[in-house]
């Protein structure tokens, strides 16, 4: 089997978004790509999270050209392949209609940096304007509208998450989630206070040096 390792960080990916309370039945997609050859690994479309196995997720070339796999790929590859061709420095990609980010989508509001985690996240959560789905519309929208940004909610729609890790866009997913939720409860017992640019900043360059175990 091609991409072991990637599946298995795909496959444990994918699972943490039931988990999570970020999908439910068949929505939400994860891919990685290989930093290597350039493939990536993609679930499979219409399929239950449940019964999923490393080996029933696709791999398939930068272009769609599917070099492994049997199943139909996630209704939304064309998405992921666009993302991974503008933007070289990613590899991994999470996309959810996770309940509370999308109440936002739905305003077609961005998320409000209230927590320092927003700050992890590159501050304000963006939104992006509606773009119908199966072509190249969302992932030019979300090129267009990111920013610095690991996360961007979709106008009536849903999240996407980019990293350089598919494991870190899985723990952003569930982080946009929790945020959301939080500045939505927040605001209806008041106005919630935003972070301020300059304490976004320095949260970043303080998580930056001491957060996280060292990698080996
Ligand atoms: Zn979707």
Not at 19 to 35: F, I, Q
Not at 84 to 111: M, N, Q, W
Not at 150 to 158: L, P, V, W
Request: glycine share 10%; with cysteine; aromatic share 6%.
């Amino acid at each position: 089997m091609m991409l072991e390792n990637l599946r298995q960080e795909v496959f444990e990916s994918l699972i943490e978004l039931p988990k999570n309370r970020l999908v439910t039945m068949h929505s939400g997609t994860v891919s990685g790509r290989d930093p290597e050859t350039g493939n990536i690994v993609i679930k499979p479309t219409g399929f239950r999270y449940d019964r999923l196995t490393p080996a029933d997720l696709l791999v398939m070339d930068g272009k769609g050209k599917i070099l492994e796999g049997s199943l139909r790929p996630s209704s939304d590859t064309e998405t992921h392949l666009y993302l991974y061709e503008h933007r070289p420095d990613i590899f991994g990609i999470v996309h959810t209609h996770s309940p509370y980010a999308c109440t936002f989508a739905v305003l077609g509001k961005p998320i409000p940096a209230v927590m320092t985690s927003a700050a992890m996240l590159g501050g304000e959560i963006p939104i992006g304007g509606y773009a119908a789905v199966g072509g190249e519309d969302i992932g030019s929208e979300i090129i267009r509208k990111i920013g610095k940004c690991s996360a961007i909610i979709m106008q009536n729609h849903g999240v996407y998450t980019i990293s350089s890790t598919v494991w870190q866009a899985t723990i952003d997913a569930v982080e946009v989630e929790d945020l959301a939720k939080i500045a939505l409860f927040a605001s209806l017992l008041g106005d919630p206070i935003k972070m301020t640019q300059a304490q976004i900043e320095e949260f970043q360059n303080i998580y930056h040096t001491l957060y996280g175990q060292k990698k080996h």
